[in-house]
């Protein structure tokens, strides 16, 4: 348990920020649960559609640095090469 006042106000902010940190990065595997259901789902133009809107919100989360760069851009390259896939 912290003992001093700066202590304990460092607590509570890691606890908020890890609290945030944590909604974040569910939304943000929300998103690619979201591109892959519309791969399953059969239709090219949906999944399409669907990775575009959903990869800036990704794309945010390699800025805030709750994933790292390398991680997100092998996800978007395995999707997009699913999606690609799609046609033939």
């Not at 978007?76 to 046609?87: D, E, G, P, Q, V």
């Amino acid at each position: 348990m912290a003992n001093s006042a700066q202590a304990r106000k460092r607590a509570r902010q890691s606890e908020v920020r890890r609290q945030h940190n944590a909604s974040l990065r569910s939304s943000m595997r929300t998103s690619v649960k979201k591109i892959i259901k519309a791969i399953q789902g059969g239709d090219q133009a949906a999944a399409n559609a669907a990775f575009k809107a959903e990869m800036p919100t990704v794309d945010g989360m390699v800025n805030k640095g709750l994933a790292h760069k390398n991680t997100i851009a092998r996800q978007k390259s395995r999707l997009n090469a699913r999606i690609k896939a799609m046609a033939s």
